[in-house]
Structure formats: C-alpha cells, structure tokens
C-alpha cells in the first residue's frame, strides 16, 4: 500500500502495543492479513478489547483464536470538526462500530471505506482491509472496513 | 443499624462560584479559582473557610486539598475525597461521597469543588499529540476517534437507530438550556441567544452532534459545602436536603474498545432506580432537573433512563416548550447548564439545583421543592443526586 492509500492522513497518533504484552498476539496476527481475537480456553467466551482474565468464569488462560475478517455494521459516526493537525482541511471521514456475529458480537472501531460522504447503513455487512504502515518509524497496521459485495 | 441512606441527614448549607470565563479567559490561576469558589461558598454558608474539615472532587481536579487546607489555614483536615474516573461523571459522586463522610461522622463540613483553567492546561475537546498510544487508546485513536464528541457520538447513532428518538429531541435540549442562560448574567452565554435557525445552520461537529449540541469550554470554579441536616439548619441559607446521591454504572459498562453489553445507553439504568429508592420519590416528584450537557444526545437518554419519559413518547414530550421553567412539563438545566452557563465540568448542574429549592434561581420554577441533578451521560462511572426542600423531608 502507498501512502495514498490510508484512509486518514498521516500523522495521527499509531497504535502501540501494550506495554504489558497484553494485545501481542492481535498485534502479529495484524501483520500478516490476520484477525486474531481473544477466546476463554476454559469457558470459550470470545472477549474484546483484549483484557488478562476471562470476564465469565476468571480463568487467566485466555485463547487467541483466527476469525473470519468479516462482520456488521453496529454503528457509526461522520467526524467533520478536527481536533488533530494531521486531520486539518482534511475533510470528513467515517468511523464506525463493527460487531463479529460469528465472534460472540464483539465489537472493533475501524475506518469505514469509501466515500466519506456515503449513506451508512446499520446492519450493513462489511468485510476488513488491512491497512499496513509498513514506512512508520514502528510499523503497524490499522484494521479498515469496506462494505461487502 | 440505622437505616443506610443519606435521606434528610445531609444538606447543603452553601455554593458559590467564580465568575465564569470562556475557555483561556480567566486570568487567575487555576488554584486561584479554587480558592475563590470555595471561600465564596463559605461567605454563602456563613461558615468561617477555617471549619472546613473535608474535600470531595472529580476527574483528578489538580487542586489538592491538603495545599487548599495548608492556604486556609484550615484547623484540622479529616477528608480527602476523589471520585475516580468518568470526567464530568463524578460530579454527584464527590456531592455522594462528601454526603456519605458528613452523615458517619467522617466529617462535618465538607466542600465539594471543581476548578478549571483550559488556557493553562491542556483542553479537553482536542486529540492527543503523542506520536503513539497504547492500550484501549490504540483501538480508537489511530482511527481518528479521539475527542469526547467522538467517543460519544457513536453511542447516539446507535441510540437513535434503535430506539426512533429523533434529533429533534436535541434541538429542544439545545434551544432550552440557551433560553435559560438569557436570564442568567453569570452565563457566558448571557446576551447571546440561539434561535431555531442558527442550531439548524450550525456546522456538524460529528454526526449526530452539530455545534450546538456540544458543550463549552471554560475556565472557573465553583463549590457547594455540606453539613449535617440538624447544622444547616441553623445557619445562612435555606437548606437544600440529600434526598439521594448515587454512583456507578451497568454491568461491564467499561468494557474495552466499545463493547459494553448496553451501549445504547448513557449508563444510567442502573443507578435511576437506585437513586428514586434512595429518595423515596419517582420521577413525576421532581420539580426540575439539572442534566449533564456534554452533548444533547445524552440528555435525552438520561432523561429516558430517569424514567421522565419512555422511548415512544420521547419525540413528544422532549419539545422546547416541555422543557422550560416557566410553564414546563420537566424544567431543564434552568441556568444554562455546560451549553451555555458554563462549563464547570458539571458543578454548576448542581449549584443550580440548590438555588432552585432556594427559589434564587434565574429562572425558578414555582415552588420548586424536589431538584434532581445527572452528572455525566455515557461515562462510567456517571451519578446522579436529588436535592429536596424541608417539607419533602
Ligand atoms: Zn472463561
């Protein structure tokens, strides 16, 4: 991927992993087209954001486990007003809420791809895209959605 | 065991604030701000500033009390309070934790206080500059999901498409709050009225939220004191009682990356009924509501989940009109509230409803005897409170 091809301009805050080792697995999943997400090996409840213990049943032996990069569209917002430099005279952009069915409905914020000023529909299936910054200082990669089909 | 609640046994005995500066305005120092807020509160409560034994405050205040007590010349020191987390969240919390430490005996005359500078400190409605972020922050921010606005409007559109609440609904809140600040010479925005026109033609902020939806910046301090109910009576002010205060939020509403299990809430189902048992009274008691402004949308949710109105009568009854003091079905933020008094991070929500059961509020509703105050939609931790006159005791 080009520079172009981000969805947001460059020089926003990149995502780190956390400090504690926390979200590591998801981090290297990320780097090669993965969606890895937490799962209880105990109970099998799927958990995101990433936490160190399973909220159903407290096991501290939490699963990472592939899932299909796909999902719905939960919620969204069009942000016009910047409130970060990079995001001067750049224009709206959407955010949305992507919830996994086939992952106990876990949630995950993305980018939603396209025309920033596109009709957006609740319920909407939408498919992830990788978005790799493989030319930051620390590379990293942002997972984005575009509507499926 | 007496019975475990704060009914009737706190009230506060005074509040006081600075005056209240757009966001940089201020020329005093943030502790200055402190210092003149609570000193005033104590000129109102007739309560010589040395007597005060306690603090409460929210969102980590910088103002820290022992510095406070040390610049006082405060006899004796015996609580430091603060409410952990959800900003503005807090701000019935520190009213609940100060209401809790009075009513056992922790202390006896506890100032609850909150002071802003945003021209000296950093300012809440920006993204961060850091070159990266870890943790919870690193699933949102990168994605450009970074300012209060941000964080919560997706909470709305999800609220709005389950539920069929209309923006309307903000429209009335937006237009209301205004029109009460017309009457208040301390609002900033005094002498500036909205019309219907210009909330229309305001600039998007982030949908679902245009300008006018969203709250100030400002610098400010403001303080409220409070002593045991058998105390205030015998001093200044007419008391305003505790009839309830709670904190806290619905189950695993933190959970990371935006996964809380009711996310179509501002986070109050839970705490409402707590409050109402609390108090002993329901929604149809209370006289006036002061409710948190950081945006429109969550007014109205609070509103629902206070049980003022269903999810099916939300478009009719959240009209302007409804929410006036004067002649309204449910008086809303009747000193123009974060929108357009100040935004003293919700504080001045809750000095306003003690002036209300006072009768010393720019706008009063007649007889006003139940005031009820929510702090914070859509955090966790939020809060509420209910203020009462000695006749609802
Ligand atoms: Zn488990």
Request: hydrophobic content about 40%; glycine content about 10%; proline content about 6%.
């Amino acid at each position: 991927m080009s520079n172009t091809d981000y969805y947001l301009p460059e020089g926003l805050p990149a995502p780190m992993p956390a400090r504690d080792g926390l979200d590591l697995p998801y981090r290297k999943g990320l780097e090669e087209d993965k969606l890895i997400v937490q799962r209880c090996n105990n109970c099998k409840t799927w958990q995101w954001g990433p936490e160190w213990i399973c909220h159903k049943c407290h096991s501290f032996d939490l699963g990472w486990e592939e899932v299909a990069p796909t999902g719905r569209i939960y919620s969204w917002e069009r942000a016009w007003h910047p409130v970060h430099p990079a995001l001067k005279d750049h224009g709206p952009y959407i955010v949305a809420l992507i919830e996994l069915p086939h992952a106990g409905n876990i949630r995950m914020v993305g980018n939603l791809l396209g025309d920033p000023r596109q009709e957006i529909e609740i319920g909407a299936d939408v498919e992830a895209v990788f978005e790799h910054h493989k030319d930051a200082k620390m590379p990293f990669t942002l997972v984005q959605w575009r509507v499926a089909g | 065991m007496t019975e475990r609640t704060l009914r009737g046994k706190v009230a506060v005995a005074g509040v006081g604030e600075t005056t209240y500066y757009k966001r940089g305005g201020a020329e005093d120092a943030e502790f200055v701000l402190a210092l003149k807020a609570i000193l005033a509160a104590c000129e109102d409560a007739g309560i010589d500033p040395r007597e005060v034994d306690g603090f409460a405050s929210y969102s980590n205040d910088r103002n820290d009390p022992s510095r406070i007590s040390a610049a006082l010349g405060i006899k004796e020191l015996k609580f430091a309070n603060m409410q952990w987390g959800g900003g503005g969240g807090g701000g019935s919390g520190a009213v609940a934790n100060a209401a809790a430490a009075v009513a056992t005996g922790v202390a006896d005359c506890v100032v609850v206080f909150r002071a802003l500078a945003q021209g000296q400190f950093a300012r809440f409605g920006q993204g961060p500059k850091a070159p990266g972020v870890a943790g919870e922050p690193a699933y949102t921010i990168p994605y450009g999901m970074m300012s209060p606005a941000q964080m919560f409007a997706m909470r709305c559109t999800r609220h709005l498409h389950e539920t069929g609440v209309t923006r309307d609904t903000y429209k009335a809140v937006s237009l209301a709050t205004y029109a009460h600040a017309q009457n208040n010479p301390r609002a900033v925005m005094y002498g500036r009225p909205l019309t219907p026109e210009k909330y229309d033609e305001a600039r998007w902020i982030v949908e679902p939220y245009q300008l006018y939806d969203c709250c100030m910046e400002n610098d400010g301090a403001a303080a409220l004191l409070i002593v045991s109910a058998d105390r205030a009576k015998d001093l200044k002010q007419k008391p305003a009682y505790i009839l309830g205060a709670t904190a806290g939020s619905e189950y695993r509403n933190g959970a990371p990356c935006h996964n809380a299990p009711l996310y179509a809430t501002s986070s109050f189902t839970s705490l409402a009924p707590r409050l109402y048992e609390m108090a002993g009274i329901g929604p149809k008691d209370v006289d006036v509501l002061q409710s948190y402004e950081n945006f429109t949308g969550g007014v109205v949710m609070s509103i629902i989940e206070h049980g003022f109105c269903s999810h099916e009568e939300a478009n009719e009854f959240l009209t302007y009109e409804n929410l006036l003091a004067k002649g309204g079905k449910l008086p809303l933020n009747t000193s123009g509230g974060n929108l357009a008094e100040c935004y003293m991070h919700g504080l001045e929500l809750i000095t306003e409803a003690v002036r209300q059961i006072r009768g010393e509020s720019p706008n009063q509703v007649d007889n006003a005897k139940v005031a009820m105050v929510t702090s914070g939609p859509m955090v966790t931790p939020v809060s509420n409170s209910i203020f009462g006159s000695e006749e609802v005791l």
